[in-house]
Nanobody, 116 residues
């Protein structure tokens, strides 16, 4: 079955960096568009970044442009999100997402907490 397993979250000080990973299995990762979403406490889930199947096209939410970088390694079936210049407003659970054949799939998320 489809599995998306996020990792790499943690507690980091403002201005710090993290690299999130999403290990994918159970589907053809190399032909699937992938995205990162996040959900902050008390807020709706929002799209953070997306990447095409070959990694050649990326999109970002305005709030993270210039600080977040989405990438993928199709050989390792892994999606990444490099997060730099972290702010307290970036505190959220970060989710890996994909959709194909009319279905949507989510990971269980990894918590990023930005605090001094």
């Amino acid at each position: 079955q489809v599995q998306l397993v996020e990792s790499g979250g943690g507690l980091v000080q403002p201005g710090g960096s993290l690299r999130l990973s999403c290990a994918a299995s159970g589907f053809t990762f190399s032909i699937s568009r992938m995205s990162w979403y996040r959900q902050a406490p008390g807020k709706e889930r929002e799209l953070v970044a997306g990447i095409s199947s070959d990694g050649g096209s990326t999109t970002y939410a305005d709030s993270v442009k210039g600080r977040f970088t989405i990438s993928r390694n199709n050989g390792k079936r892994t999606l990444y999100l490099q997060i730099d210049s972290l702010k307290p407003d970036d505190t959220a659970v970060y989710y890996c997402w994909t959709s194909f054949s009319g279905n949507t799939y989510w990971g269980k998320g990894t918590l990023v907490t930005v605090s001094s």
